[in-house]
């Protein structure tokens, strides 16, 4: 695949050029030669010049096989010209046309699917369809239609990649206004033959661009996603993502847009915190991210020292930090009291610092300030509130202060009366708001401490046992047959077939017991009334076999008998599951168990594999994991077994049969620490479809 043509063309036929500079044929024609691109040829029957240059009748007339055909034709028009490129030899296109995929209507989507035909059988690299195009800032190469991208823009190490094209452009032009500096921008559009990953493994190995910041609708290859995520994380490259279609009106939208199903965003969160990708909140968000990237590595973290002439300001400040997950650390005694001998009055010195309006007369105090709030280990920013005039009259103290660190100081202004040129040539960032400063430092420094830790896979030796066709899920007692084998813990059972096999094993178990209908028709027994709790005698199990027998006759679903099960006492119930994510693959997820999870909604998520280290930083991430740390006296449960029952868990899903769908141990009962975790309940579904 030539990325390399679509976005470094040596050469480049405009395929429908049009003599006017403001039509989509004749943009890139009039960019490119204001960009002084010297192998440009037009192509159009029509004229024998377009905007000066001499015009080829036809694409078999041009002198040379271009790297690149940018065709600005109709839909319909488009196949039969990127055939005659084939036929040529051009290894490259780009298509601006829509009504391919986008529509969802059938017409469409045929299109789309003959010209991904296409490419597959030619092996021309084709961009779009519905694409806007791109810009190449460091090499001056403008093959966009959009006019958002403008010879003589600087050049920088940040690229820009989005599945929008009205995104593309504004999102360039909010990140140019925060002083961001672009090597490439990348529209993909439909994504017939080029994926969103293939670009971004492209710009992952190019040595000019230190960061890339991603509009995303769907992704549609996660493996090659996650691939190229791991090399930009491998080269200390930033790759910020801001994933759109989070709510049900939000997918919607990303569906009649560019035919793209919006996925799971608990799996993109996985999948992004698997991957070491920074996820944006917003536009705004995105764009702060590259900013703060360009300020050379200086933010280790989110710890800040906040100095500010305004005590209002400064508890601001603190509060949007909260909020975003970032630390205002106390600052030691010492600092505070060398701050003190300083600063006026009874002020603040704690962190946040009030300096008082009086800071800017204290000859150099200021730099001095900067200076001791930087010096304690866990404060990684100092953020400096000095709005207007005050900033101008201390400017020279902050750059001394700047220039004697290597730590980032950020000056907010909400005057915005700075000049942002000059602080940037310091190496000082710059935001004219509290929340987006706050908002952005907090990101970043989650991006910069997060580690992309390896996984520790044990070696398992037990196999899935063959499942009958036409089977779409399997009974509980099957589930955790096969869960047993890969080393869950699972509780000890008997199943029954008569009201005297009830009654002898119940005695032989012992009391009280639970008794529950083995059918893989019924996937929540409770609710059916298929479930009974705290039998205790041989006549209760006897009754209460016959009484669920009855009902599941009623149902008309399958029976396989009732298991009898002693009912355990005590332990925290949770929930472990894996499901099959469309575009990233497995996804475990763990939570509070039984009701919990319907009611409490808190869970947390990973991508297979996971290990017992892995599986329990996922229980601790839990707002419920005080009720396993021995909340209000309770015995603290045994949170290292449940961690390896569900690394256990998650290596019998990857040993799975292709036409697995869903495994769930809901719940997984973590008893009283020594004890160990055992999975009480187990669904095991199938792919419905399946023969």
């Not at 449960?637 to 799975?656: F, S, T």
């Amino acid at each position: 695949m030539s990325i390399e043509a679509l976005l470094k063309p040596r050469s480049i036929a405009v395929i429908g050029a049009s003599d006017n500079p403001a039509r989509i044929g004749g943009v890139p024609v009039d960019l490119l030669i204001r960009a002084g691109f010297e192998r440009l040829y037009p192509v159009n029957p029509k004229n024998r010049t377009v905007q000066g240059l001499q015009a080829y009748p036809e694409i078999e007339a041009v002198p040379e096989v271009v790297d690149l055909a940018i065709i600005a034709l109709s839909a319909d028009a488009t196949l039969p010209m990127l055939e005659r490129c084939h036929t040529l030899g051009i290894p490259a296109a780009l298509v601006y046309a829509s009504d391919y995929a986008e529509t969802n209507e059938p017409i469409g989507m045929a299109r789309q699917e003959a010209l991904a035909a296409f490419g597959a059988r030619s092996g021309i690299t084709v961009a779009g369809p519905n694409c806007m195009g791109n810009a190449n800032f460091t090499d001056a190469i403008f093959t966009s239609f959009g006019q958002s991208f403008q010879p003589g823009e600087p050049a920088g190490g940040t690229a820009l990649l989005t599945q929008s094209g009205n995104m593309c452009a504004t999102v360039f032009r909010m990140a140019r206004r925060a002083g961001v500096r672009f090597g490439h921008v990348i529209n993909t559009g439909n994504e017939a033959c080029v994926d969103f990953s293939d670009y971004l493994d492209y710009l992952a190995g190019d040595p000019g661009t230190h960061s890339a910041v991603c509009y995303v609708e769907e992704l549609r290859d996660g493996p090659k996603f996650l691939d190229a995520a791991a090399r930009f994380r491998a080269a200390g490259k930033l790759l910020a993502v801001y994933k759109v279609g989070l709510s049900a009106k939000g997918a919607e939208a990303t569906r009649s847009h560019t035919a793209a199903l919006a996925g799971d965003s608990a799996a993109y969160d996985a999948a992004f915190a698997r991957a070491g990708v920074a996820r944006a909140g917003s536009l705004a968000e995105l764009s702060d991210l590259a900013y703060l990237h360009a300020l050379g590595g200086k933010i280790g973290g989110s710890n800040c020292a906040i100095i500010s002439i305004s005590g209002a300001a400064g508890a601001i400040l603190s509060d949007a930090l909260a909020l975003g997950g970032g630390e205002v650390p106390t600052l030691p005694e010492a600092i505070q009291q060398a701050l003190s001998a300083q600063i006026p009055g009874h002020s603040m010195v704690s962190n946040p610092i009030d300096t008082t309006g009086n800071i800017v007369n204290a000859n150099d105090f200021l730099s001095e300030c900067i200076r001791l709030a930087l010096l304690p280990d866990d404060i990684d920013v100092v953020l400096l509130y000095l709005p207007g005039n005050f900033l101008t009259q201390a400017l020279d103290q902050v750059e001394k202060a700047a220039a004697a660190t290597h730590k980032a100081l950020i000056v907010i202004d909400t005057f915005a009366l700075a000049d942002r040129e000059r602080l940037a040539a310091h190496g000082i960032g710059y935001f004219e708001d509290f929340d987006r400063a706050a908002r952005a430092i907090c990101a970043y420094g989650r991006w910069k401490q997060a580690g992309v830790a390896a996984v520790t896979r044990s070696q398992v030796a037990a196999q899935w046992p063959p499942i009958p066709a036409g089977r779409a899920a399997l009974s509980e007692t099957e589930g955790k047959q096969i869960l047993a084998g890969f080393g869950v813990p699972v509780v000890a059972d008997a199943l029954v077939h008569s009201p005297e096999a009830a009654r002898a094993e119940a005695d032989r178990i012992g009391y009280p017991l639970v008794a529950k209908l083995v059918s893989p028709d019924v996937a929540h027994k409770t609710e059916h009334g298929l479930i009974r709790l705290g039998l205790a005698s041989a006549d209760e199990a006897a009754e209460a076999f016959a009484a669920m027998m009855a009902k599941a006759r009623a149902m008309g679903v399958t029976i396989e008998g009732v298991t009898l099960e002693p009912m355990l006492a005590g332990g925290v119930e949770i929930l472990a599951g894996v499901t099959r994510d469309p575009v990233f693959g497995w996804m475990l997820t763990v939570g509070l168990g039984g009701v919990w999870t319907e009611l409490m909604k808190d869970a947390c998520h990973s991508l297979l594999p996971v290990d017992a280290a892995g599986a329990e930083a996922m229980l601790r991430s839990l707002k419920g994991f005080r009720l396993l740390d021995g909340y209000r006296g309770a015995p603290r449960a045994d949170v290292a077994a449940a961690a390896r029952a569900i690394a256990a868990l998650g290596e019998a899903v990857l040993a799975g049969p292709a036409d697995l769908r869903e495994v769930e141990v809901n719940p997984l009962l973590v008893l009283p620490e020594g004890r160990g975790a055992v999975a009480v309940d187990a669904l095991v579904l199938l792919k419905e479809d399946r023969p």
